[in-house]
Nanobody, 119 residues
Framework: QVLLQESGPGLVKPSQTLSLTCTVS??????????WSWIRQPPGKGLEWIGS???????DYRPSLKSRTSISRATCKNQFTLQLSSVTPEDTAVYYC???????????WGQGTQVTVSS
């Protein structure tokens, strides 16, 4: 069974960079045919795909967030990370990492981590 675990600060100040790490166990992030994604759910709203990284290391981002988003990976640690710059209170959400055969469909999820943007 594949397990994903998000980690990172729960409180970020406006204009700073949000940085989260997803640690994967029970499967390699270099396994063919899988995408590793970040998704968030703002309070009272639906799930919102942020971006994904493929087994080859190529990335794809939500257009509205693309200028502020970077997803990278550390294959030796079996981790991938999310950086979202210039955050505002609108970036407050529960952030999830997930695995899937595509960038929009997922078979394994992390438990999620609350990130609040506030001064």
């Amino acid at each position: 069974q594949v397990l994903l675990q998000e980690s990172g600060p729960g409180l970020v100040k406006p204009s700073q960079t949000l940085s989260l790490t997803c640690t994967v166990s029970g499967g390699s992030i270099t396994t063919n045919y899988y995408y590793w994604s970040w998704i968030r759910q703002p309070p009272g709203k639906g799930l919102e795909w942020i971006g994904s990284i493929s087994v080859s290391g190529s990335t794809d981002y939500r257009p509205s967030l693309k200028s502020r988003t970077s997803i990278s990976r550390a294959t030796c640690k079996n981790q991938f990370t999310l950086q979202l710059s210039s955050v505002t209170p609108e970036d407050t959400a529960v952030y999830y990492c997930a695995r899937g055969r595509t960038t929009r469909e997922y078979d394994y999820w992390g438990q999620g981590t609350q990130v609040t943007v506030s001064s």
